[in-house]
């Protein structure tokens, strides 16, 4: 086979042309025989075949796998016999070199797409994982918008609620007025209703407040026939405490005739002046001290015109029955000193027995009738003698 055939046949990458052009140029100015081809051949063979050092024979040395692909190739074993061989051996050599850089390059690039592909699905796990947690925080926006939405309509709500109590207390409070007519209807037409009753009192004080009430507020529905039964029921309650005022004045100054009879023995004898201040002033007291209460819830009230005109006829009742009481005594007492001094004596006597009378009435007065002692000009018509 010619050069020019083997030339045409060859590879031609750049070493192995450089390489060819050497050896060409080589053989050309260095012809060699066939005897020392054959010698060359000989000791190639020797070369290859010549064993290792005893320093390394027992050590041995781990081929590593990627050799593998060299000596099935043949190149540590290639008997090279001319250069043609040389140049297939060494296109062989470096091909397989080619093959393990690329093979280790190719694992390299397995091992890293693996780990791209691993990072990929982390990535996406990551991305899958951040989108379940912007939802989440949009659905905790929704959720905390929603709740604060319905925590200001409850805060709404409860003003409105407190708003709507409040009116409905204030409208209570007024219909509470018009609501007594019924309960002090009630009460003041039941059978066991009576001054000495200790709701009678605070029924009356509630009655007067409600006719105050009503007639302030005239614009009210119906206010004016309210006005009308509630002052029905104030004159009723008036009259029973005018009947009751002069029924126990009337006792208690029967009482107190019927312990002077006894006092004096049947009328016998004359009346002694202890006998006479004990009847007609400390036992009528007793008697009539349940009346006290009432004189001074009349009197508390005498602004009013229906509470003036009462207390003006509780004033005549008393003042009436005390007359009736004291008149007798004082006539009896008033003969006696008459009969026994002589008359500027007699004057003496009576004049201070008669102001001695008369402070003793006062004082009784008085105990009564506390804020009407300082006028007892109604008084005077009845004790004139």
């Known amino acids: 086979m010619s050069m020019a055939t083997k030339q045409a046949t060859l590879p031609r990458s750049g070493a192995f042309s450089k390489g060819y052009n050497f050896a060409y140029a080589w ?12 010698a060359i051949s000989a000791l190639s063979h020797a070369v290859a075949e010549r064993p290792f050092p005893v320093n390394l024979e027992d050590g041995g040395t781990a081929v590593p796998e990627k050799e593998s692909a060299l000596e099935e190739a043949g190149a540590m074993d290639a008997v090279l016999v001319n250069t043609h061989q040389f140049y297939k051996w060494f296109a062989e050599l470096e091909s397989a070199m080619k093959s393990e850089t690329e093979e280790k390059y190719r694992l390299y690039e397995s091992t890293l797409e693996e780990r791209v592909n691993t990072c990929d699905d982390i990535l996406q796990q990551v991305d899958d994982t951040q989108n379940l947690f912007e939802e989440l925080q949009s659905l905790h926006s929704s959720v905390a918008i929603k709740t604060q939405t319905l925590h200001d309509a409850c805060d709404q709500l409860l003003v409105e609620k407190q708003r709507l109590i409040g009116f409905a207390e204030a409208l209570r409070s007024r219909l509470n007025y018009f609501d007594e007519l019924e ?9 066991t209703m009576n001054i000495g009753n200790e709701q009678f009192l605070p029924l009356l004080k509630r009655l007067d407040d409600c006719i105050l009430y009503v007639e ?26 005018w009947s009751h005022v002069l029924s126990t004045l009337k006792a208690a100054s029967s009482q107190q005739v019927q312990a002077a009879i006894r006092g004096s023995g049947s009328g016998k004898n004359a009346v002694t002046e202890g006998v006479e201040a004990s009847l007609i002033y400390v036992r009528f007291k007793a008697a009539a001290g349940e009346l006290k209460p009432v004189f001074n ?22 003042c009436e029955q005390r007359l009736y009481l004291i008149r007798g005594m004082v006539q009896q007492r008033i003969s006696e000193f008459a009969k026994k001094e002589a008359l500027p004596s007699f004057t003496r006597s009576g004049c201070a027995y008669l102001m001695e009378a008369c402070q003793f009435e006062h004082q009784l007065f008085a105990h009564f009738f506390p804020a009407s002692a300082s006028d007892v000009s109604s008084a005077h018509t009845y004790m004139i003698l």
């Open 27 to 38: 053989e050309k100015n260095a012809p060699v025989t066939e005897e020392q081809n054959a």
């Open 216 to 241: 302030n507020n005239p614009l009210y529905a119906e206010s004016a026939v309210y006005l009308v039964k509630f002052r029905q029921l104030q004159s009723r309650a008036l009259g029973m405490i």
């Open 183 to 191: 309960n002090a209807s009630t009460s003041f037409y039941s059978q």
């Open 297 to 318: 819830e009349i009197e508390s009230r005498s602004s009013k015109k229906e509470y003036a005109q009462v207390l003006s006829e509780c004033h005549s009742l008393f």
